[in-house]
């Protein structure tokens, strides 16, 4: 995982943060593509 945030401004907004995995969408897009299905539904 990667958080671009610096860390002290982390820690200054720690409790607005919320960390998302986008593992499961990008799964999703590239079975899609194997599949030669649309992916611009996972995007709207």
């Known amino acids: ?3 671009s945030i610096k860390l002290r401004d ?3 907004i720690a ?3 919320k960390i ?3 593992a499961p969408l ?3 897009a590239i079975r899609r ?3 030669e299905d ?3 539904s996972l995007f709207v």
Do not use: F, P
């Open 26 to 28: 990008l799964g999703e």
């Open 33 to 35: 593509i194997h599949e």
């Open 20 to 22: 998302l995995s986008v």
């Open 10 to 12: 982390h820690l200054l």
């Open 1 to 3: 995982d990667t958080i």
């Open 38 to 40: 649309s992916i611009s």
């Open 15 to 17: 409790d607005k943060l």
